[in-house]
C-alpha cells in the first residue's frame, strides 16, 4: 500500500553526483523526475538534504574552529543544496519550495509547520534545509525528527548501497543483504552503519519504520514510497 506522506533523505555526496564537491544539476533534474513518479501516484514528498558535498560540521571541528561554528557552516551547505536543489525541480516543472531551520529570509523561507504543511496540500514537493537548526545533530536526526512532525509515515534513506547488508559488501564479497531490520538489532549492532544510532534511536521510540535504500535507480523512489519492497526495511 502507498504511503500518504513521505519524508526522502538525501546526503550531499549523492546531490554531488559526477563531480567531486558542489551540485549536479543533471541529476537533480532526474531525481525530480523521479520524485515526480511519487507525488502523480498522490503521495506528497518532503526532501531533508544534507550538505556533505560542500561542507562537514563533524570534519571540520579543531584547529581553531569550534564544532559549534563547524556545525553551523555544515547547515549552511545544506541551505545551498536545498535552493539550488528547488530551482532545478520547479525547472523541470516539478513544483517545489525550499524551506530553512536557519534564519536567512534573503536567501529561503523559514520553516514553519504550518508552512510546510500548507506547501506539501497545495502539491508541492517541500526540500528542508538546516538540519534540527541546532549543532551536535546530524541531518539524519533531523530528518526523522522533520518526518515525525510533518506526520509522515516512513523515512527513506537514500544509500550508495541498495539495504543493509551482515558485512560491508565494499570490503566483503560474501556479505548478504538483509530485508527486514528490528530497530533493537539496527541499534545495537555496530556493525550496521547506514544511519547514526540517535536517529535509528528517534524512529524506534515512535515505531517510525526507515527503508534504506539505492534512491540512484530508476523507479526505486516510486517504489519505495509505493510500499514495495525495495531496499531494508528497519521497523
Known amino acids: 500500500m502507498a504511503y500518504k506522506r513521505v519524508l526522502l533523505k538525501l546526503s550531499g555526496e549523492q546531490l554531488a553526483g559526477k563531480y567531486d564537491g558542489g551540485i549536479d544539476a543533471e541529476l537533480?533534474?532526474?531525481l525530480a523526475n523521479e520524485v515526480a513518479k511519487v507525488t502523480a501516484a498522490g503521495t506528497q514528498v518532503v526532501i531533508m538534504v544534507g550538505g556533505g558535498n560542500y561542507a562537514r560540521g563533524a570534519q571540520?571541528?579543531?584547529?581553531?574552529i569550534g564544532r559549534v561554528t563547524a556545525d553551523n557552516i555544515g547547515m549552511l551547505a545544506t541551505m545551498m543544496n536545498a535552493i539550488a536543489l528547488a530551482d532545478v525541480f520547479n525547472h523541470v516543472d516539478i513544483t517545489a519550495r525550499a524551506l530553512t531551520?536557519?534564519?536567512a529570509d534573503q536567501v529561503a523561507d523559514q520553516f514553519t509547520h504550518r508552512r510546510a504543511v500548507s506547501d506539501l496540500n497545495k502539491g508541492?514537493?517541500?526540500?528542508?534545509?538546516?538540519?534540527?537548526?541546532?549543532p551536535y545533530l546530524t541531518t539524519d536526526t533531523a530528518a526523522v525528527s522533520l518526518a515525525l512532525e510533518l506526520d509522515c509515515e516512513v523515512?527513506?534513506?537514500?544509500?550508495?548501497?541498495?539495504?543493509?547488508?551482515?558485512?560491508?559488501?565494499?570490503h566483503n564479497p560474501d556479505a548478504l543483504k538483509v530485508e527486514?531490520?528490528?530497530?533493537?538489532?539496527?541499534v545495537e549492532d555496530n556493525?550496521?552503519?547506514?544511519?547514526d544510532k540517535a536517529a535509528?534511536?528517534?524512529?524506534?521510540?515512535?515505531?517510525?519504520?526507515?527503508?534504506?535504500?539505492?534512491?540512484?535507480?530508476?523507479?526505486?523512489?516510486?517504489?519505495?514510497?509505493?510500499g514495495k519492497p525495495v531496499g531494508t526495511k528497519i521497523s
Open 155 to 170: 523515512v527513506l534513506k537514500a544509500t550508495k548501497v541498495d539495504g543493509v547488508y551482515s558485512a560491508d559488501p565494499a
Open 180 to 186: 527486514n531490520v528490528s530497530f533493537q538489532q539496527a
Open 191 to 195: 556493525a550496521i552503519k547506514v544511519m
Open 60 to 64: 571540520l571541528a579543531g584547529h581553531g
Open 101 to 103: 531551520n536557519i534564519k
Open 124 to 134: 508541492r514537493v517541500v526540500i528542508v534545509a538546516g538540519g534540527i537548526g541546532r
Open 28 to 30: 537533480g533534474a532526474w
Open 200 to 226: 535509528l534511536g528517534l524512529a524506534m521510540e515512535h515505531d517510525l519504520p526507515i527503508v534504506i535504500f539505492d534512491a540512484m535507480q530508476e523507479n526505486n523512489i516510486a517504489q519505495a514510497a509505493g
